[in-house]
């Protein structure tokens, strides 16, 4: 059975940096890719950054570019967002996801990590 447990959210201000953790479990993560969304309170869950199996490619939405990085450590199954610049829209539940390599749609979610940016 598959786990996929976030963790790192809290209250910060505008401005302040915050790292969110996800560790997966249940699989071998070095198949994969891995995924960080988002949804804010009244709003869809859409997509904040990803990467590749290997560490490579990431690709992120507009809004985040140079502020958000995504990584990943294979030996550790655990995939990271260093979030910095934080703006009060960044305000959301931050949800890691798991793709297989061929699938189309991500296979496993987290339920999530709450981050509020008060200015």
């Known amino acids: 059975q598959v786990h996929v447990v976030e963790s790192g959210g809290r209250s910060v201000q505008v401005g302040d940096s915050l790292r969110l953790s996800c560790v997966v479990s249940?699989?071998?993560?070095?198949?994969?890719?891995m995924g960080w969304f988002r949804q804010a309170l009244g709003k869809e869950r859409e997509f904040v950054a990803s990467?590749?199996?290997?560490?490579?490619?990431?690709y992120y939405r507009d809004a985040v570019k140079g502020r958000f990085t995504i990584s990943r450590d294979n030996a550790k199954n655990t995939v990271s967002l260093q979030m910095n610049s934080l703006k009060p829209e960044d305000t959301a539940v931050y949800f890691c996801?798991?793709?297989?390599?061929?699938?189309?749609?991500?296979?496993?979610w987290g339920r999530g990590t709450e981050v509020t940016v008060s200015s």
């Open positions: 996801a798991v793709r297989a390599i061929l699938d189309a749609k991500w296979n496993f």
């Open positions: 249940g699989l071998t993560l070095s198949g994969y890719f």
């Open positions: 990467i590749d199996r290997n560490g490579g490619n990431p």
